[in-house]
């Protein structure tokens, strides 16, 4: 089993940064692909970035170069660095791991570990 706790959150102004945080504990597994996903109100869950095996790294197309993923060794902790943010950004964000040994990243795997959320507000 593996546990995630994500922290970082907060209310920031358009334009501002913010970094996201995910602890994991447990049976932590460095070869396992981890991601950030993202929920609106109102609307479904989507993907944001996911770290491979070896460090690589996928980004939905809304925030590829405003955001960076990255990992400790041994994927301990992941962050998600957030800049120029906008106030389509505003969600909860949550952190995601899978239970295998996966490849490159991608955010369509079947991500087995979720952590709670963490609020983050983007205003004008």
């Known amino acids: 089993q593996v546990q995630l706790v994500e922290s970082g959150g907060g209310s920031v102004q358009a334009g501002g940064s913010v970094r996201l945080s995910c602890a994991a504990s447990?049976?932590?597994?460095?070869?396992?692909?981890m991601g950030w996903f993202r929920q609106a109100e109102g609307k479904e869950r989507e993907g944001v970035a996911a770290?491979?095996?070896?460090?690589?790294?996928t980004y939905a197309h809304s925030v590829k170069g405003r955001f960076t993923i990255s990992a400790d060794n041994g994927k301990k902790t992941l962050f998600l660095q957030m800049n120029s943010l906008k106030p389509e950004d505003t969600a909860i964000y949550y952190c995601?791991?899978?239970?295998?040994?996966?490849?490159?990243?991608?955010?369509?795997?079947?991500?087995?570990?979720w952590g709670q959320g963490t609020q983050v507000t983007v205003f004008t």
């Open positions: 995601a791991a899978t239970s295998w040994a996966c490849g490159g990243p991608s955010l369509e795997y079947e991500y087995n570990y």
């Open positions: 447990g049976s932590v597994y460095s070869r396992v692909c």
């Open positions: 770290i491979g095996a070896y460090g690589d790294t």
